[in-house]
């Protein structure tokens, strides 16, 4: 986990895919690849030759360049995967902050919308933003250092498994 300070944006995760899962990613682009440049060889054709290399050029470029990083802002949240998308949650729209359970590799990586709920997945540890709208959950290197990061710019109550703004009322 590192805290870097960039302007008025501090990031406090940045995780990308790990190394098991950038080897298999390159392993899928050749495995595309040399079929193609084969038939290309063997038919002396360049464009089935040019199309795999383009295609396994893309995997593998996709598998380098997909991160999750998770910084604050003085207004709230800021998620990104990729270079794609981006996203700032704010303050007065979190309910809860918590430590989420870990996503496979089998799971489909980058920004997705399911169920009512905005994830941006590397694989990984995540953490679990409850917003007014839903809930978005993010891949983190270390979410005991991303809650404790967190906990110095979000208002409130601050514990390891629940983070709440809002003062407990008694029945």
């Known amino acids: 986990m590192t805290a870097d300070r960039r302007g008025e944006e501090t ?3 940045d995780v990308g895919l790990s190394g098991r899962q950038q080897l298999i990613a390159g392993l899928a682009a050749v495995a595309v690849a040399l079929p193609a440049l084969a ?3 063997s038919t002396g054709s360049a464009l089935p030759i040019l199309a795999g290399i383009l295609l396994g050029c893309l995997i593998f470029a996709w598998s380098t360049v997909l991160r999750v990083r998770l ?3 003085s207004s709230g949240l800021r998620l990104r995967a990729g270079v794609w998308f981006s996203e700032t949650i ?3 729209a979190v309910r809860q902050i918590r430590t989420g359970g870990r996503t496979r590799l089998t ?3 980058g920004r997705r919308r399911n169920a009512g709920e905005d994830q941006y997945v590397v694989g990984g540890p995540t953490l679990r933003v409850v917003t007014d709208d ?3 959950v993010i891949s983190v290197e270390d979410p005991r250092a ?3 990061a967190l906990s110095a710019h ?3 109550e601050h514990t390891l498994r629940t983070v709440s703004p809002e003062p407990r009322r008694a029945p």
């Open 71 to 73: 910084s604050v802002t």
């Open 154 to 156: 979000w208002p409130g």
């Open 107 to 109: 799971a489909p990586l």
């Open 146 to 148: 991303a809650m404790h």
């Open 134 to 136: 839903g809930a978005a």
């Open 11 to 13: 990031l406090i995760s």
């Open 90 to 92: 704010g303050w007065d």
């Open 39 to 41: 038939w290309g060889w």
